[in-house]
């Protein structure tokens, strides 16, 4: 069966980074895009952006272009997503979740992580 | 973007009772709309895909219509599994949107 485990809770400072990963299974990896979503009480969801596992080819909301960053390994049939100069704002939880091939929307999705940036 | 207007903001309605949500693009977006339901502390699930096509393992009784650039999302004897929040996802151009929620609860 599809999965998609997404790494554990992060509690960060303001000013730094963190990296986020989504383990996939169940399927081909680099046959389905990936996309990437945020959620907030105040904003809901927003979508962040799309990568291709099987190019590196990304898409992204032009909100989150220098903010986010998407990449895959391959290898291990896992994507990432890099947060970088993290605020407050950006405290959320970051779901991955997989393009269906015949919808072509996000139909499997992860567990989602709560990023909370404090001091 | 895209704005997605969904109403109502909350519902509350009865086992078995007909329910209908909509979202209002602000522009035309053909069938390129998802729906999703979310419950607390759960990822969301795809519902309806394309506007009207129901997502693999999704009872009947769910379905999605369009009516220019509205969509509805009805529920035809509700259930009480069927609580949750409920969101509309547009996929016609980037940034894909969201509409802002509609939280179903049972009366």
């Known amino acids: 069966q599809v999965q998609l485990q997404q790494s554990g809770a992060e509690l960060v400072k303001p000013g730094t980074s963190v990296k986020l990963s989504c383990k996939a299974s169940?399927?081909?990896?680099?046959?389905?895009?990936m996309n990437w979503i945020k959620q907030t009480t105040g904003q809901g969801l927003e979508w962040i952006g799309i990568i291709n596992p099987g190019s590196g080819g990304t898409s992204y909301n032009v909100k989150f272009k220098g903010k986010a960053t998407l990449t895959v390994d391959k290898s291990s049939s896992t994507a990432f997503m890099q947060l970088s100069s993290l605020t407050p704002e950006d405290s959320a939880v970051y779901y991955c979740a997989r393009r269906g091939l015949i919808s072509g929307y996000p139909d499997y999705w992860g567990q989602g992580v709560m990023v909370t940036v404090s001091s | 973007d895209i704005q997605m207007t969904q109403s109502p903001a909350s519902l509350s309605a009865s086992l078995e009772e007909i329910v209908t949500i909509t979202c209002q693009a602000s522009q035309d977006i053909g069938n390129w709309l998802a729906w999703y339901q979310q419950k607390p502390g759960k990822s969301p699930q795809l519902l309806i895909h394309?506007?009207?096509s129901l997502a693999d393992g999704i009872p009947s009784r769910f379905s999605g219509s369009r009516s220019g650039t509205q969509y509805s999302l009805k529920i035809s004897r509700l259930q009480v599994e069927d609580t949750g929040i409920y969101y509309c996802?547009?996929?016609?151009?980037?940034?894909?949107?969201f509409g802002a929620g509609t939280k179903l609860e049972l009366k």
């Open positions: 996802l547009q996929r016609y151009s980037n940034p894909y949107t």
């Open positions: 169940g399927y081909t990896f680099t046959s389905n895009h």
């Open positions: 394309s506007a009207t």
